[in-house]
Nanobody
């Protein structure tokens, strides 16, 4: 079994910063793309915030470019999201996502999700 465990959410004032972490554990052969999604209050869907490949290639949603930075530690199977200059519209539940191979065959690659961590930006 594979688990993604997130940490680092909380309440912060506009303009403040938070750092989210997500560690993958369990039977892991290889970790491919990792990323963060968020679901804002009242929204039925989760939107991609940022993603990163094992080699460090990153992609960001337009709304967070220049404010958020995604990084990863491949040795620890961990992905981070540094969030600066936070705005009230960043308020959401943030979910970690990763494509993980659990056996020698590439057929054993599946998508996994964390349980979510609440980020609230409010004065």
């Amino acid at each position: 079994q594979v688990q993604l465990v997130e940490s680092g959410g909380g309440l912060v004032r506009p303009g403040g910063s938070l750092r989210l972490s997500c560690a993958a554990s369990g039977t892991i052969f290889s970790v491919y793309a990792m990323g963060w999604y968020r679901q804002a209050p009242g929204n039925l869907r989760s939107d991609m915030v940022a993603s990163i490949t094992p080699s460090g290639l990153t992609t960001y949603a337009d709304s967070v470019k220049g404010r958020f930075t995604i990084s990863r530690d491949n040795a620890k199977n961990t992905v981070y999201l540094q969030m600066n200059s936070l705005k009230p519209e960043d308020t959401a539940v943030y979910y970690c996502n990763a494509d993980i191979q659990t056996g020698e065959s590439s057929w054993s690659t599946n998508e996994y999700w964390g349980q979510g961590t609440q980020v609230t930006v409010s004065s």
